[in-house]
């Protein structure tokens, strides 16, 4: 059956994708052709033509074009999904026959995207996103618009029931609880460039357009006196700085214009894009983590934003391996009684690392700064080209406060419910962990951390940041808290599994007690 995006049920059944898919895909795949030739075809038609000859050649090339259109209707012909109670199965391939059926447990998000081209033909990609896959599992190009709404509706409601064993409620009522303003887009660019790459740009370009410059004839070819060349160097890099960023910000700006974000009883919904539309879910069951982020111009503004990680997810709708982003950017109170409401960790008081650890910190900055000069100097010596290949010793006056600002940065917290890790001082990131998503917990001690009796505890999730090693950490805390606080986040993770799972069984005790004084006195139902 193909998809009309009617009211129809949607289990139980096999459905087609969108007709239009077909005219979409084959134009979508010319393009990419009509770029082939235009660089290599032409060439290539060539010596055809001449070994060939012309008619031949364009025969050929009618040839292919026709396998193109063959091949796009085949692929939609072959191409069936059907939605049961309990999977979500596809069966799909022109040449060999491939069938999955994917378990509706499984299913982390359900995502939703569209271009302006789709937009205008009312038609959507879904993709199904499931723990542990490295990217979408599944992807439907393309159904109608009304149809992979309905899908994703549908999809959420199944897997909840699922996981409770229970019939789920038909409908969800949502609210909206967070819509971006034009004030926060507004921010949002702002703050989107990477302030440690612009530092990082900054003191190259200050090094080395000097250089530049000095080889380039100012005189003729900027119409000023040679001596201002010197002063160009740094004045274009801080312009290109500029100019990037604005473009960057614009760019984050688009992404997220009109981001929406929803909450009913089991699950998130956001929606978010301008020229690119997207909208996912967020399985409230299934949060890993919560990570709270700001970069150091955000958080000069109040401004943080809010991501949330979910058990092994590919990354939602751009299928890289990252968390849902579940507040793009807001105030940072505003942020913060978010997250609360959604894992309440409540008020946090953080232990920092050992004043030790600066030290650490300090021969770690003022090395990098002496590996710099002499890389830069030997750049000198090799090309015999001169410039201002000290410039970067000047940073070693700011080694104790980078030092400082580091260390200050960091800490963990160990709450009733929750472990709570801070790091990073560009972008610092507050990762709240409960303790029953809590997988594994490790201490690790380097070699240059032993020599001044420092560690590392890392707390695992079956988050889609815990797959690159981005977990919480209570980084370069003394040795003797490694010890102890690895033993606490262990001990209190079996505490919470005991609670939830005495916790299931009242619950399930009291509905099965419910349900035989029912079936025991009808007469008091009537």
């Known amino acids: 059956?193909?998809?009309?995006?009617?009211?129809?049920?949607?289990?139980?059944?096999?459905?087609?994708?969108?007709?239009?898919?077909?005219?979409?895909?084959?134009?979508?795949?010319?393009?990419?052709?009509?770029?082939?030739?235009?660089?290599?075809?032409?060439?290539?038609?060539?010596?055809?033509?001449?070994?060939?000859?012309?008619?031949?050649?364009?025969?050929?090339?009618?040839?292919?074009?026709?396998?193109?259109?063959?091949?796009?209707?085949?692929?939609?012909?072959?191409?069936?999904?059907?939605?049961?109670?309990?999977?979500?199965?596809?069966?799909?391939?022109?040449?060999a026959r491939r069938e999955r059926e994917i378990p509706l447990r499984r299913i982390q998000n359900v995502d939703i995207s569209q271009n302006v081209v789709q937009r205008v033909l009312g038609i959507a990609e879904l993709r199904l996103e499931t723990a542990g896959a490295s990217g979408s599992e599944a992807q439907l190009q393309f159904v109608g618009e009304e149809r992979a709404n309905r899908l994703q509706a549908e999809i959420s409601r199944l897997s909840r029931a699922g996981d409770d064993d229970e019939p789920a409620e038909a409908a969800e009522r949502f609210e909206t609880v967070f819509e971006i303003t034009d004030r926060e887009l507004g921010v949002l660019a702002l703050v989107s460039a990477d302030a440690q790459l612009i530092s990082i740009l900054f003191v190259v370009g200050s090094v080395f357009m000097p250089a530049i410059g000095a080889i380039v004839d100012a005189e003729w070819f900027f119409g000023f006196d040679a001596g201002l060349t010197g002063l160009l160097g740094p004045i274009a890099t801080l312009a290109g700085i500029v100019l990037l960023g604005l473009a960057y910000g614009v760019i984050n700006a688009t992404l997220y214009y009109g981001f929406t974000l929803r909450r009913g009883d089991e699950e998130l919904r956001y929606e978010r894009g301008l020229l690119q539309r997207y909208s996912g879910t967020i399985p409230l069951?299934?949060?890993?983590?919560?990570?709270?982020?700001?970069?150091?111009?955000?958080?000069?503004?109040?401004?943080?934003?809010?991501?949330?990680?979910?058990?092994?997810?590919?990354?939602?709708?751009?299928?890289?391996?990252?968390?849902?982003?579940?507040?793009?950017?807001?105030?940072?109170?505003?942020?913060?009684?978010?997250?609360?409401?959604?894992?309440?960790?409540?008020?946090?008081?953080?232990?920092?690392?050992?004043?030790?650890?600066?030290?650490?910190?300090?021969?770690?900055?003022?090395g990098v700064v002496l590996l710099l000069t002499g890389l830069l100097y030997g750049v000198q010596t090799v090309l015999d080209v001169s410039f201002y290949w000290w410039a970067p010793l000047a940073a070693l006056v700011l080694v104790p406060l980078a030092a400082h600002l580091k260390w200050k940065a960091r800490g963990y917290y160990v709450g009733d419910d929750h472990v709570v890790t801070r790091n990073g001082f560009w972008v610092r990131q507050l990762k709240v962990v409960p303790y029953y998503r809590v997988q594994t917990v490790l201490s690790t001690e380097t070699v240059f951390q032993r020599r001044r009796r420092l560690g590392t505890v890392t707390i695992d999730t079956a988050g889609s940041r815990s797959l690159v090693g981005n977990d919480a950490a209570a980084v370069d805390v003394s040795t003797e808290t490694v010890e102890h606080l690895r033993e606490q986040v262990a001990g209190a993770l079996y505490d919470s599994l005991r609670r939830r799972r005495r916790a299931a069984a009242e619950g399930r005790g009291t509905s099965t007690a419910t349900e035989s004084s029912g079936t025991t006195t009808p007469d008091e139902n009537g």
Do not use: C
């Open 285 to 366: 069951s299934k949060v890993q983590s919560l990570t709270i982020e700001e970069n150091v111009l955000a958080r000069a503004l109040g401004y943080a934003s809010l991501e949330i990680e979910t058990a092994g997810g590919s990354g939602g709708e751009t299928g890289e391996n990252t968390s849902q982003s579940a507040v793009p950017i807001a105030e940072r109170s505003r942020v913060l009684e978010l997250a609360n409401s959604i894992e309440p960790a409540g008020e946090m008081s953080f232990e920092r690392p050992p004043k030790r650890a600066r030290e650490r910190y300090a021969v770690r900055y003022a």
């Open 1 to 95: 059956m193909t998809d009309g995006g009617s009211e129809e049920p949607l289990t139980g059944r096999a459905f087609r994708l969108h007709p239009l898919s077909v005219p979409y895909r084959i134009v979508e795949n010319g393009i990419g052709l009509v770029v082939v030739a235009l660089f290599v075809g032409i060439p290539a038609f060539g010596a055809i033509r001449g070994f060939l000859g012309a008619g031949l050649a364009v025969a050929l090339a009618a040839v292919i074009a026709i396998t193109v259109v063959a091949y796009g209707v085949a692929y939609y012909r072959r191409f069936e999904y059907e939605l049961t109670a309990d999977t979500f199965d596809i069966r799909s391939g022109v040449f």
